[in-house]
C-alpha cells in the first residue's frame, strides 16, 4: 500500500519561500509520476504542479509557474515544492498526490494515491 507524507508547510510572510516535502512508502517511488495540488477552504481541490517519473517532464499551473518548482529525488523517495515569491493567494492546505505511469496529468481524479496534505498560510 502506498503512503504519502507531505511536510514542510507553515505560516510566511507574503515574498517568503517555503519548500514542500512528500516522502512516498510502500512501493517504489520511481514507478509513480507526481503531482502537487491545494486546496483554499470552500474551494474545490486545484492542480499546482506535476512531475514525470524520471523527472524530465513537469507541468504548472499559469498561477504558479517562474515562483514554484517541483522536482524529485528517486533516491530518497520524495518529491519537492520549492514555493518563492509567496502571495496571500497561495494559502491553502497542499496535497501531493502519485500516479502509476510516467505522463504528468493535472486533474485530481487521475491520481491513485493522495497525502494528507499540509497547511501553507502566507500572511500580507
Known amino acids: 500500500q502506498v503512503q504519502l507524507a507531505e511536510s514542510g508547510g507553515g505560516l510566511v510572510q507574503a515574498g517568503g519561500s517555503l519548500r514542500l516535502s512528500c516522502a512516498l512508502s510502500?512501493?517504489?517511488?520511481?514507478?509513480?509520476?507526481m503531482g502537487w495540488f491545494r486546496q483554499a477552504p470552500g474551494k474545490e481541490r486545484v492542480f499546482v504542479a506535476a512531475v514525470s517519473r524520471g523527472g524530465r517532464s513537469t507541468d504548472y499551473a499559469d498561477s504558479v509557474k517562474g515562483r514554484f518548482t517541483i522536482s524529485r529525488d528517486n533516491v530518497k523517495n520524495t518529491v519537492y515544492l520549492q514555493m518563492n515569491s509567496l502571495k496571500p493567494e497561495d494559502t491553502a492546505v497542499y496535497y501531493c498526490?502519485?500516479?502509476?505511469?510516467?505522463?504528468?496529468?493535472?486533474?485530481?481524479?487521475?491520481?491513485?494515491?493522495w497525502g494528507q496534505g499540509t497547511q501553507v498560510t502566507v500572511s500580507s
Open positions: 510502500g512501493r517504489t517511488f520511481a514507478t509513480y509520476a
Open positions: 498526490a502519485a500516479r502509476s505511469g510516467n505522463y504528468v496529468q493535472t486533474l485530481p481524479k487521475n491520481y491513485d494515491y
